[in-house]
């Protein structure tokens, strides 16, 4: 009877712990705007899920937006906290069996494959539309959002969409890969796709790592193929896969891959390089290694950034977090949570619910029956063993921002962090891709709180890993290649009880930064001078290049008629000034957000806009020491094709004295046409008078990851016109007219004194106009008297032949 008594003692002190637990949580039933919904049918085809569990696909930014997938579809706004219809597709559409095996959120768009077809609905508009380009049927799509910020970069990354064939052979599958949301797809193969062995378990875009991870399985393994340097080279370490396996890719661009099926589940935190089981504790004790181990039946799951829910078909509730070293699942207290219907969606840090729907037997509309789960409060029952958060605060400025690290850059971030008293707490910075940035971090104590508490302040620096110089080149990623990675601050040791405490994330964009420009220096202008008038180049200005000194077609061909090009003032402003007879270059200087940075000395390429092709450039390739044929505008525009003339960047641009160039340097006597850099190369102009439009690109592949290129005007002055005859017959026209001139003069004063040249000098006498100074007529070698006139009669005429020139006629005697 004793033994009775104690038995019976023992096992009330063993559920009486379990009586006095809180529940997990409180069902409540949405029930809201059926009103609306009276008389509605559903148009179109119904909607249904091809997988016998259901999923809930929640949108990452936009935190009320989520699809419902099991025999009905719902898409809510609300986070269902109102009445649904059911999900449907219009018949224009003409899906055929309106079956989905995929479905996900791409910016403001949600993207269904239906019947092995990809359909896009914008649901701000409310409009469908069938995508294009895809050839063959596919049955999963695949893609990712960035919440950061509305930057272009950050937009590439939520628009970038892949659709494949899942269980297809790899080596003869067909992928398509779209950069538009889904609206339009393109074939995609990767590099040795063909030699690889085994089916398609899924292709994937992991931006925290800047490489396409295309998952093989084959004879229960499977391992990620990547697509760029350095992990193109080897494979990741394979992994059990046992089922089919669904990915989940966690939000927040951190690489947390999320593997399960009802017997499995597994986690990897470098984008599937290293994926390992999922384990099952108590306390600080591993009860079991893996799901499959603990003999649990999976039914579904839900993660957002930091935090991971299990609802398994025993109604067991299962959680843990994605801290960066923790990996391990703890068993909350027994509820009757679960139904076929049933799903989790975390609405909130440490905020699960589980949410089930509920038809109407007199409206079309469903109802939501919803059991949220406090987290926090459930860890601090004191049956899980769970220890207290040994951190009070972890804060930093950078926390869910993004940040450009361009060439030759540097990032510094701070962070604060106090533990509690008599804890050692272990702050850990990582980064998602060390391939391509690395970091410096430095800790110290930085004064105490009120409480006595002492506060650590950390100092990251961030560098591109090239530039770090402690990583081996086989290690590192292409430097002209521009990639992303996400920065993690965490606690090492943290508890599964510090919910609130999230890890601190920044992304950080190792590319262009779009706040920096190029501008031209001008600090002697034209206008300056009083060479032009601004006044007059604001007022519809334009003037004419002549039809030989221009080609439209950049080729150095004369034109066929005049150019007449108005000069756009607001943009150019008033033109640079520069002496024809002198070798020049522009002086670039760089700027960002409005503040001087530097005055680049990086390897730039000039371009007239109109085609002008007087000047050259002092510079030849031997001059240059190219080791190699170095590239000019007419290479580079036959090779560019419909891309224009002006294609010369830093993509396409090859040294001539890089090594690696292969080019062998045929023509060293043509003109070398790059500026800056390692040599003194500078631009001649022809003697031509008039302005230039100059196009101007940064070439230098390691100068910025930026296209940095702009257009400025030049004022050429200093030139004489050219000469109508060539110089040899102008110099031989003036030297036979000074030789003839000195042999005048010396021959014209001999030849006065003979007959013949007095008989001259009388003629040009006698044709001259009458003058009272007219010098007296010769005559028989002697001077003829003058004759006074009378004071009547007519004056004397004028017999003779000649005219002394006074107003006075000469006569001869008889």
Same mark, same amino acid.
């Given at each position: 009877? @004793?033994?009775?008594?104690?038995?019976?003692?023992?096992?009330?002190?063993?559920?009486?712990?379990?009586?006095?637990?809180?529940?997990?949580?409180?069902?409540?039933?949405?029930?809201?705007?059926?009103?609306?919904?009276?008389?509605?049918?559903?148009?179109?085809?119904?909607?249904?899920?091809?997988?016998?569990?259901?999923? *809930?696909?929640?949108?990452?930014?936009?935190?009320?937006?989520?699809?419902?997938?099991?025999?009905?579809?719902?898409?809510?706004?609300?986070?269902?906290?109102?009445? @649904?219809?059911?999900?449907?597709?219009?018949?224009?559409?003409?899906?055929?069996?309106?079956?989905?095996?995929?479905?996900?959120?791409?910016?403001?768009?949600?993207?269904?494959?239906?019947?092995?077809?990809?359909?896009?609905?914008?649901?701000?508009?409310?409009?469908?539309?069938?995508?294009?380009?895809?050839?063959?049927? =596919?049955?999963?799509?695949?893609?990712?959002?960035?919440? +950061?910020?509305?930057?272009?970069?950050?937009?590439?990354?939520?628009?970038?969409?892949?659709?494949?064939?899942?269980?297809?052979?790899?080596?003869?599958?067909?992928?398509?890969?779209?950069?538009?949301?889904?609206?339009?797809?393109?074939?995609?193969?990767?590099?040795?796709?063909?030699?690889?062995?085994?089916?398609?378990?899924?292709?994937?875009?992991?931006?925290?790592?800047?490489?396409?991870?295309?998952?093989?399985?084959?004879?229960?393994?499977?391992?990620?193929?990547?697509?760029?340097?350095?992990?193109?080279?080897?494979?990741?370490?394979?992994?059990?896969?046992?089922?089919?396996?669904?990915?989940?890719?966690?939000?927040?661009?951190?690489?947390?891959? $999320?593997?399960?099926?009802?017997?499995?589940?597994?986690?990897?935190?470098?984008?599937?390089?290293?994926?390992?089981?999922?384990?099952?504790?108590?306390?600080?004790?591993?009860?079991?290694?893996?799901?499959?181990?603990?003999?649990?039946?999976?039914?579904?799951?839900?993660?957002?950034?930091?935090?991971?829910?299990?609802?398994?078909?025993?109604?067991?509730?299962?959680?843990?977090?994605?801290?960066?070293?923790?990996?391990? *699942?703890?068993?909350?207290?027994?509820?009757?949570?679960?139904?076929?219907?049933?799903? *989790?969606?975390?609405?909130?840090?440490?905020?699960?619910?589980?949410?089930?729907?509920?038809?109407?037997?007199?409206?079309?509309?469903?109802?939501?029956?919803?059991?949220?789960?406090?987290?926090?409060?459930?860890?601090?029952?004191?049956?899980?063993?769970?220890?207290?958060?040994?951190?009070?605060?972890?804060?930093?400025?950078?926390?869910?921002?993004?940040?450009?690290?361009?060439?030759?850059?540097?990032?510094?971030?701070?962070?604060?962090?106090?533990?509690?008293?008599?804890?050692?707490? =272990?702050?850990?910075?990582?980064?998602?891709?060390?391939?391509?940035?690395?970091?410096?971090?430095?800790?110290?104590?930085?004064?105490?709180? +009120?409480?006595?508490?002492?506060?650590?302040?950390?100092?990251?620096?961030?560098?591109?890993?090239?530039?770090?110089?402690?990583?081996?080149?086989?290690?590192?990623?292409?430097?002209?290649?521009?990639?992303?990675?996400?920065?993690?601050?965490? $606690?090492?040791?943290?508890?599964?009880?510090?919910?609130?405490?999230?890890?601190?994330?920044?992304?950080?964009?190792?590319?262009?930064?779009?706040?920096?420009?190029?501008?031209?220096?001008?600090?002697?202008?034209?206008?300056?001078?009083?060479?032009?008038?601004?006044?007059?180049?604001?007022?519809?200005?334009?003037?004419?290049?002549?039809?030989?000194?221009?080609?439209?077609?950049?080729?150095?061909?004369?034109?066929?008629?005049?150019?007449?090009?108005?000069?756009?003032?607001?943009?150019?402003?008033?033109?640079?000034?520069?002496?024809?007879?002198?070798?020049?270059?522009?002086?670039?200087?760089?700027?960002?957000?409005?503040?001087?940075?530097?005055? =680049?000395?990086?390897? +730039?390429?000039?371009?007239?806009?109109?085609?002008?092709?007087?000047?050259?450039?002092?510079?030849?390739?031997?001059?240059?020491?190219?080791?190699?044929?170095?590239?000019?505008?007419?290479?580079?525009?036959?090779?560019?094709?419909?891309?224009?003339?002006?294609?010369?960047?830093?993509?396409?641009? =090859?040294?001539?004295?890089?090594?690696?160039?292969?080019?062998?340097?045929?023509?060293?006597?043509?003109?070398?046409?790059?500026?800056?850099?390692?040599?003194?190369?500078?631009?001649?102009?022809?003697?031509?008078?008039?302005?230039?439009?100059?196009?101007?690109?940064?070439?230098?592949?390691?100068?910025?990851?930026?296209?940095?290129?702009?257009?400025?005007?030049?004022?050429?002055?200093?030139?004489?016109?050219?000469?109508?005859?060539?110089?040899?017959?102008?110099?031989?026209?003036?030297?036979?007219?000074?030789?003839?001139?000195?042999?005048?003069?010396?021959?014209?004063?001999?030849?006065?004194?003979?007959?013949?040249?007095?008989?001259?000098?009388?003629?040009?006498?006698?044709?001259?106009?009458?003058?009272?100074?007219?010098?007296?007529?010769?005559?028989?070698?002697?001077?003829?008297?003058?004759?006074?006139?009378?004071?009547?009669?007519?004056?004397?005429?004028?017999?003779?032949?000649?005219?002394?020139?006074?107003?006075?006629?000469?006569?001869?005697?008889?």
């Amino acid at each position: 009877m @004793l033994v009775v008594l104690l038995v019976a003692a023992t096992t009330i002190l063993r559920l009486c712990p379990l009586a006095r637990a809180q529940p997990l949580c409180r069902i409540r039933t949405v029930r809201t705007g059926k009103v609306f919904y009276v008389g509605e049918q559903i148009q179109g085809g119904h909607l249904y899920f091809s997988s016998g569990t259901t999923r *809930l696909v929640k949108h990452p930014c936009k935190k009320n937006i989520a699809l419902y997938l099991g025999r009905q579809i719902f898409l809510t706004k609300d986070n269902f906290e109102s009445s @649904l219809l059911p999900f449907s597709i219009p018949t224009s559409m003409q899906v055929g069996i309106p079956e989905v095996t995929s479905a996900h959120f791409a910016g403001s768009v949600l993207l269904l494959v239906v019947n092995w077809n990809v359909y896009v609905y914008d649901y701000e508009a409310n409009s469908w539309n069938a995508s294009t380009g895809i050839e063959h049927p =596919v049955s999963h799509i695949s893609g990712d959002n960035c919440c +950061y910020s509305e930057n272009s970069f950050c937009m590439d990354i939520s628009n970038s969409v892949f659709a494949y064939l899942h269980g297809d052979q790899i080596s003869q599958t067909n992928i398509y890969f779209s950069n538009t949301r889904g609206y339009r797809f393109q074939k995609y193969a990767q590099e040795r796709q063909a030699e690889l062995v085994g089916s398609l378990g899924g292709i994937f875009y992991f931006h925290s790592l800047s490489q396409v991870g295309l998952l093989l399985v084959d004879q229960r393994k499977a391992m990620f193929s990547y697509s760029d340097h350095p992990l193109n080279h080897s494979f990741g370490l394979p992994f059990d896969y046992n089922g089919t396996l669904d990915t989940l890719i966690a939000p927040g661009q951190k690489g947390i891959l $999320i593997f399960w099926f009802e017997k499995s589940l597994l986690l990897s935190r470098n984008a599937g390089q290293l994926v390992n089981p999922v384990q099952v504790r108590e306390g600080q004790h591993i009860l079991y290694s893996s799901i499959f181990e603990a003999n649990i039946t999976i039914h579904s799951i839900a993660a957002n950034e930091n935090e991971l829910a299990v609802l398994t078909r025993e109604n067991n509730l299962y959680y843990g977090s994605l801290g960066i070293l923790s990996s391990s *699942l703890i068993k909350f207290a027994d509820q009757n949570i679960w139904s076929e219907e049933a799903v *989790l969606m975390f609405t909130d840090v440490g905020m699960l619910e589980i949410l089930t729907p509920l038809p109407d037997m007199i409206f079309p509309a469903f109802d939501f029956q919803k059991c949220p789960v406090n987290i926090q409060a459930i860890l601090m029952d004191s049956q899980l063993q769970v220890d207290v958060c040994q951190v009070e605060l972890l804060q930093g400025e950078f926390e869910n921002k993004m940040y450009t690290i361009d060439m030759n850059s540097e990032l510094e971030l701070t962070a604060l962090m106090i533990p509690r008293p008599r804890t050692s707490a =272990v702050p850990l910075v990582t980064v998602s891709n060390p391939h391509s940035l690395g970091l410096q971090a430095v800790i110290y104590e930085d004064g105490y709180t +009120y409480d006595g508490n002492t506060k650590h302040r950390l100092n990251i620096s961030l560098r591109q890993q090239h530039h770090w110089g402690r990583a081996d080149p086989n290690f590192t990623s292409s430097i002209k290649r521009p990639t992303i990675s996400t920065i993690t601050l965490d $606690i090492a040791n943290k508890e599964i009880s510090c919910v609130d405490l999230k890890p601190l994330t920044a992304l950080i964009s190792v590319g262009c930064d779009l706040e920096k420009k190029i501008v031209i220096q001008n600090e002697i202008s034209a206008c300056y001078n009083g060479i032009l008038d601004p006044v007059a180049l604001q007022d519809n200005y334009s003037y004419i290049i002549e039809r030989d000194a221009y080609d439209p077609n950049f080729r150095g061909q004369k034109a066929m008629e005049d150019l007449e090009v108005p000069y756009h003032y607001e943009k150019l402003g008033c033109p640079l000034l520069v002496y024809y007879d002198t070798p020049w270059k522009p002086v670039v200087e760089l700027w960002r957000e409005g503040k001087f940075q530097e005055v =680049v000395e990086a390897e +730039y390429v000039l371009l007239e806009v109109n085609g002008l092709f007087t000047y050259t450039y002092s510079l030849t390739a031997d001059m240059a020491l190219c080791s190699s044929q170095p590239q000019n505008w007419t290479t580079i525009a036959e090779a560019a094709g419909d891309k224009g003339p002006f294609a010369w960047d830093r993509e396409n641009y =090859v040294s001539c004295h890089d090594p690696d160039n292969n080019a062998p340097l045929r023509w060293p006597k043509v003109p070398y046409q790059i500026l800056g850099g390692p040599t003194e190369n500078k631009v001649v102009f022809d003697q031509r008078n008039g302005i230039y439009i100059f196009f101007i690109s940064i070439v230098d592949p390691y100068y910025s990851y930026c296209h940095l290129e702009t257009t400025f005007s030049v004022y050429v002055y200093g030139a004489f016109p050219l000469p109508v005859f060539p110089p040899e017959v102008t110099i031989l026209l003036l030297t036979g007219a000074t030789l003839l001139s000195v042999w005048l003069a010396y021959m014209t004063p001999k030849l006065l004194h003979t007959e013949q040249g007095l008989r001259v000098k009388g003629f040009w006498t006698w044709i001259s106009p009458n003058s009272e100074s007219r010098a007296p007529s010769l005559h028989s070698g002697g001077l003829a008297p003058k004759r006074r006139r009378g004071p009547k009669g007519p004056p004397p005429v004028a017999r003779g032949p000649l005219d002394n020139g006074a107003g006075e006629g000469t006569a001869n005697g008889p």
